[in-house]
């Protein structure tokens, strides 16, 4: 079995978003088949977030078939940059940038301090920050420029995935079409046996931008299966914003199976 505790429950996914004014969830358009492929990859990409910092909180609900937690966390965001989540009290801490996954948990007096291959052990996908940066924030987990990409529609989404299979994935996203974000996406190895299937079941509006509300997220590995669904609150965009992490002496590195 592969390791689930808290700090992993964390590290999987790490986006709340709110708004310091008001909200409202967004729903409903139908699908226009006149649209080209190329037009829909337009104007997905032209409704991708933009921000500089975000910061806010997330509740996350995770369960392997064993076991089920809850917790929520406070988030911080610079684009392109770092990511960084804290416990309440700051017993658990995540600190992730595009070279280094971090984390320590006072609970434990352990610590984790690395690459990516344990994110992605964990999801069930090689990840990246680029990866996780799109996940979070509704956008393509690969980039939809420069390949070519066949064109379905179902009465809810247009559903794009490549034309020619890729070497190391099969991927298909779905998307709305009232303003072009994210329905679902999903990452499957299947030499591998693994599958990472994401659906945004709610966006709502926040300064004028489209953010996601509710996501739910299954990585499912050979006969293993994790389930989070993560809710997004209180959030505030473009604020300025620290990110204190350090990993306290005498801790031990996790022992990763």
Not at 240 to 251: D, S, T, V, W
């Amino acid at each position: 079995m592969r390791q689930k505790c808290v700090f992993s429950v964390m590290v999987i996914l790490l986006l709340a978003l709110s708004s310091c004014g008001s909200t409202r969830t967004v729903a409903g358009g139908s699908v226009d088949e006149r649209l080209s492929i190329k037009n829909v990859i337009r104007n997905h990409e032209a409704a991708g977030l933009q921000f500089r910092t975000l910061s806010g909180r997330l509740g996350i609900d995770y369960s392997d078939g064993e076991d089920s937690q809850h917790v929520t966390v406070s988030l911080r965001m610079k684009k392109d940059e770092v990511i960084w989540l804290s416990a309440p009290l700051g017993v658990i801490k995540v600190l992730i940038t595009p070279g280094r996954v971090s984390f320590y948990n006072k609970l434990n007096n352990e610590y984790f301090d690395g690459d990516y291959s344990y994110l992605s052990e964990i999801l069930g996908s090689d990840v990246d920050f680029d990866k996780l940066q799109n996940l979070l924030i509704g956008k393509s987990l690969m980039d939809l420029e420069g390949r070519n990409y066949s064109l379905r529609h179902s009465a809810e989404a247009y559903e794009i995935q490549p034309k020619t299979a890729l070497e190391l994935y099969k991927f298909l996203i779905k998307i709305e079409p009232q303003h072009f974000r994210t329905a679902a996406q999903e990452m499957a190895q299947p030499e591998m046996n693994r599958i990472m299937a994401v659906r945004y079941t709610r966006y709502q509006e926040v300064q004028g931008q489209f953010l996601p509300e509710a996501v739910e997220i299954d990585a499912i590995e050979d006969d293993e299966k994790i389930t989070i669904g993560i809710d997004y609150k209180q959030v505030e965009l473009n604020r300025e914003l620290r990110f204190p992490y350090k990993i306290p002496k005498g801790f031990n590195p996790v022992a990763l199976q």
